[in-house]
C-alpha cells in the first residue's frame, strides 16, 4: 500500500519547478516536471504515488492523461469519499493535505504537509513549488486519501490562524478597511466597483486580478500576504 511518506518523498522533489494558474497535467506521466498548479499537483503526487485518482473532475476516466483536477473537486471527494481531519492534525501527519476550499468563481489553495508544520506546494508563478508552513493562513480542513496508510508524528502541530482575512462570506463583509483595500485596488488599476466597504464579487475579483499580476497565490482573499503587497496594514 502507498504511504503518505511516498507522497511526501515525490512532491519533495519537484521543489524549485514552475507554476501556471490553470495548468493541466497528465497524471500518468511520471516524467512530468511542470508547470504546475496547487491542485494538479497534489494530485499528481497521489496517482504517481499510489495510482488512486483523487480531487479530479472524473476521478474514473480510463486515460489518468486526460482528467483535470480542482481544489473544488477535492472537496468534493473530502465530501464524498475521503477522510477530513482537523488541520493541527493534517499538519501532524506525512503525506495529509490540508484545503481551502475555494470561492465562487475563484481558485483554492492545497498543499501537502511534512509532519512538522511545513509543506510543500505548487505556490505561485513567482515562487513556484516551494516549501511553506500551515501555520499564519487560513484553511478549511485536511484530508486523507483513501487508500494511503499514513503516519503521524507524535508531536502536535500548533497551527495559528491569521488574525483577520477578508474575502467572500454570506453575508458579505463589510467595514472602512475594505474600503481602503478597495480604494488601493482601484489606485493600481484593478476595478473592485464601488468604494462602498463591501467586500463583494467585483472585489474579490479585483483581488484576484491583482495576486494574479504580482505573482501572489490567486485565491480572491486579503491575508497577510495579499495586504503587505497593496500595502495595505491588516490588524
Not at 493534517?90 to 509532519?115: K, N, W
Not at 484553511?139 to 502541530?157: C, E, F, M, R, S
Not at 474579490?204 to 495586504?227: C, I, K, M, R
Amino acid at each position: 500500500m502507498a504511504t503518505g511518506d511516498d507522497i511526501f518523498r515525490l512532491a519533495l522533489k519537484h521543489v524549485g519547478e514552475p507554476y501556471i494558474l490553470g495548468s493541466v497535467v497528465p497524471m500518468n506521466n511520471k516524467n512530468w516536471r511542470g508547470p504546475w498548479d496547487c491542485a494538479e499537483f497534489v494530485s499528481w503526487c497521489v496517482f504517481q504515488a499510489s495510482g488512486i485518482l483523487y480531487g479530479c473532475q472524473n476521478d474514473h476516466l480510463p486515460n489518468p492523461g486526460l482528467v483535470d483536477a480542482f481544489t473544488g473537486w477535492w472537496r468534493r471527494d473530502a465530501d464524498l469519499l475521503g477522510t477530513k481531519i482537523g488541520v493541527g492534525l493534517a499538519s501532524q501527519t506525512v503525506g495529509g493535505v490540508v484545503l481551502r476550499y475555494p470561492q465562487p468563481g475563484m481558485m483554492g489553495h492545497i498543499v501537502i504537509c511534512d509532519g512538522k508544520g511545513g509543506t510543500v506546494e505548487a505556490h505561485s508563478h513567482v515562487d513556484g513549488v516551494m516549501r511553506g508552513v500551515i501555520t499564519g493562513r487560513r484553511w478549511d480542513t485536511g484530508v486523507l486519501v483513501p487508500g494511503i496508510q499514513y503516519t503521524q508524528n507524535a508531536t502536535p502541530v500548533v497551527v495559528t490562524p491569521p488574525t483577520l482575512i477578508f474575502r467572500l462570506t454570506n453575508p458579505y463583509m463589510r467595514g472602512q478597511m475594505i474600503r481602503d483595500i478597495q480604494a488601493k485596488l482601484k489606485s493600481l488599476g484593478f476595478n473592485p466597483g464601488l468604494i462602498d466597504g463591501i467586500y463583494g464579487e467585483q472585489t474579490a475579483a479585483a483581488v484576484h486580478g491583482f495576486q494574479l499580476s504580482n505573482g501572489l497565490l490567486t485565491d480572491g482573499e486579503v491575508g497577510p500576504e495579499t495586504a503587505k503587497a497593496l500595502g495595505v496594514a491588516l490588524p
